[in-house]
């Protein structure tokens, strides 16, 4: 009976289906579509192959490299490093060029908006459903209390709040969304200053009345504050550029078979160590 999956070939060096099968491990797919973890691992390890070859082709002793404290490259994963570092030749980024990605798109780089926000907390834990109910019950019915009343904000904190803010009438002072869950900050980004959620926000520490007492939007950051981010960006794209046309010709030249359908260009931007 003919295998379902088969051994793939790359210049005459077999990767059997056996390693393939295992590779697809590290490839997540949709439930019900074992096929595509099997491409990605297929491509993969075709593309580390193309990659290990051209190292031997240049005869370049494999000089593996400190990770972390303790943890070396191996000698494939080295020899892969330095075909890449040998090979490839990203454009070089000008000032000017990142100037003009400036120019173009200005509110992309803005500082944070700040907010100032004060919250009541009803604490509950993840798992702990019957927990959870109770303060989701607690927090709604506090949050009708202040919708007829949102003079009592800061003592309901100072009574209610599992939150150590609570001694400050529930106020957490100044804070961007980067400073909270990604849920509290959804429901900042509804209030209009000094306003009080209608209805809590739930988040893994609980249920939250929050009232957003200040906001101040971000400004557009000049282009001396954001050109080491711009360089580091476009310098990735140029290496990402040059890592595919080095894959396209390695590939475009190799004898690969046993691909069949899923025979296309392999998943070259995973290639770089480290990354």
């Known amino acids: 009976m003919k295998p379902l999956l088969a051994d793939v070939t790359v210049n005459g060096v077999t990767i059997p289906a056996a ?8 490839h997540p797919a949709p439930p019900g579509k074992p096929g595509l973890a099997w491409k990605a691992a297929a491509r993969a390890l075709v593309t580390r192959e193309l990659l290990l070859q051209e190292a031997r082709r ?8 400190e990770l972390a404290p303790g943890q070396f490259e191996t000698e494939e994963e080295a020899l892969i490093r330095q075909a890449l570092d040998g090979a490839l030749r990203p454009d ?3 000032d000017d060029t990142l100037r003009a990605i400036h120019a173009a798109s200005p509110d992309r780089f803005r500082s944070p908006t700040l907010y100032e926000v004060s919250h009541i907390l009803y604490a509950a ?14 927090a709604t019915a506090a949050a009708a209390r202040l919708v007829a009343s949102p003079r009592d904000f800061e003592r309901l904190a100072r009574e209610e709040s599992a939150c150590s803010s609570r001694e400050a ?11 909270v869950v990604a849920e509290f900050a959804a429901a900042l980004d509804l209030l209009e200053v000094g306003a ?20 101040a939007e971000g400004s557009v950051l000049p282009f001396d504050r954001v050109a080491a981010r711009l360089r580091e960006a476009a310098e990735k794209a140029a290496w990402t550029r040059a890592a595919q046309a080095l ?29």
């Open 125 to 138: 834990e993840p798992g702990d459903n019957a927990g959870r109910a109770s303060a989701s019950a607690q």
């Open 196 to 215: 009080i959620s209608p209805s809590p926000a739930a988040t893994r520490f609980g249920f939250h009345i929050i009232r957003l007492d200040a906001r």
């Open 19 to 26: 390693r393939i099968a295992a590779e697809a491990q590290n």
């Open 58 to 65: 240049q005869c370049l002793d494999p000089d593996p490299t």
């Open 247 to 275: 894959m396209q010709d390695l590939f475009g030249r190799a004898e690969v078979s046993g691909l069949g359908q899923w025979a296309d260009m392999p998943q070259w931007n995973q290639c770089r160590q480290g990354e």
């Open 92 to 94: 070089p980024v000008s």
């Open 169 to 179: 009438g529930g106020r957490l002072g100044q804070l961007t969304a980067a400073d």
